[in-house]
């Protein structure tokens, strides 16, 4: 879904962006045995999937703040766990999404934040003028996303979690089953009866 | 201005990326009939303008102390297998004239890493101005002279972890080298360098 979003223009004056200036380095690369593939591995997750998990945070929180530390939360848990990924029955994203999903119940259920503000490590630094700019493009871009979850809020949690994984997430139906701990088959039924419901009380997507 | 996603993937290497380390099986370099030291754990650290990297060597691999290798392509290529090749391999260096030095790592010094001011570089000329590199059993550190900014060091420390490696660390930094560092906490220094 974001991908490869537009970004604020804060970075124009930059004589390169990261992300697209990579194929000289790369070839300097080809001709050495990197000390850490896994580091690589896990930055290029970290890149394809950064943009879903801010995503998924700011359809929960208006907060940039709070995004950041989220998403901060997020790739650390990630980077903890990288070792046990099985790529070949996780897509990354579903993988980045699960992880995000746990540190966000985490959060709900007790938020360090509150009790002890500025202790927290690379997630609690205060964000800049241009970060918080980007953050907050991530939460207007998501602005129609907690609309449809606004609808989805007076259904059943799992119903929720299904449209917004497979809707919102971009995980497919299986992969969204797997993380809820339901059947495939179950979840295509409630997904097709969310759908429907939604359709009936008209509007937006879905 | 950095954006938040690369100060977020600077911070991530810096202070998680030793999880994300290989430990690899060294082959030793010469065979010879001496004790093979702990496996080597190899970590990479690189931040926005701070970047650290962690190599570990195996020791006692029947290997020379220390070894600076300047490659076709203008490289360097720095090793250090013992702590007693750092004072000799920081001369190398000087000689060669590269913009990278080893400063002896001494529990009286009075300089921290936290006097050190990094150059402000992206992870992208971090990257261009050193790189692990591997194979055959031996771990070491290319460092390409002219991607450090003038005027800026690349300041290499090596010390000998709890678990027995050697481990060097990397980072980029303006001015020139101090004249000797005082160890992070849990790191070994080579004594006198």
Known sequence: MHEDPLRPDDNADQQSDSLNDSGAEDSRRESSEPVSPRLGEFERVYRAQFGAVASYFARRCEAPQLVADLTADTFVAAIHSFAERDPSRTSDRAWTIGVARRVYARYRESDPRESRPGLRGSAQRLLDHAETKELMWWIDVERSSRELMDRLAPMSVLDREAVELVDLCELTPGEAARELGVSAGALRVRLARTRARLRREGGGRA | ?193
């Not at chain 2, 994300?20 to 030291?37: D, F, I, M, T």
């Not at chain 2, 001494?106 to 000329?125: F, G, I, V, W």
């Not at chain 2, 194979?135 to 005027?151: F, K, L, V």
């Not at chain 2, 690349?154 to 027995?164: D, V």
């Open chain 2, 1 to 193: 201005m950095p954006r938040f996603e690369d100060r977020l993937w600077s911070e991530l290497v810096e202070r998680h990326g030793a999880v994300l380390a290989e430990q690899p099986v060294l082959a030793r370099a010469a065979p010879r009939r001496v004790r093979r030291g702990p496996l080597a754990a190899a970590a990479l650290a690189l931040a926005l303008g701070l970047a650290a990297l962690v190599i570990a060597l195996g020791r006692g691999g029947g290997t020379s102390a220390y070894a600076v290798v300047s490659n076709p392509d203008g490289t360097i290529t720095v090793t250090i297998a013992e702590l007693a090749g750092v004072q000799p391999a920081n001369e190398r260096l000087e000689e060669l004239g590269v913009p990278a030095r080893i400063p002896p790592t001494r529990s009286d010094c009075p300089t921290t890493r936290a006097d050190l001011h990094p150059a402000h570089l992206t992870p992208e000329q971090s990257r261009e101005s050193f790189e692990a590199v591997g194979g055959n059993g031996r771990y070491s550190i290319r460092i390409d002279p002219q991607a450090i900014p003038p005027g800026d060091t690349l300041l290499l420390r090596a010390y000998e972890e709890p678990s027995g490696p050697i481990a060097m660390r990397a980072l980029v930094i303006e001015g020139p080298a101090p004249a000797c560092l005082a160890p992070d906490h849990g790191q070994t220094g080579p004594g006198g360098g």
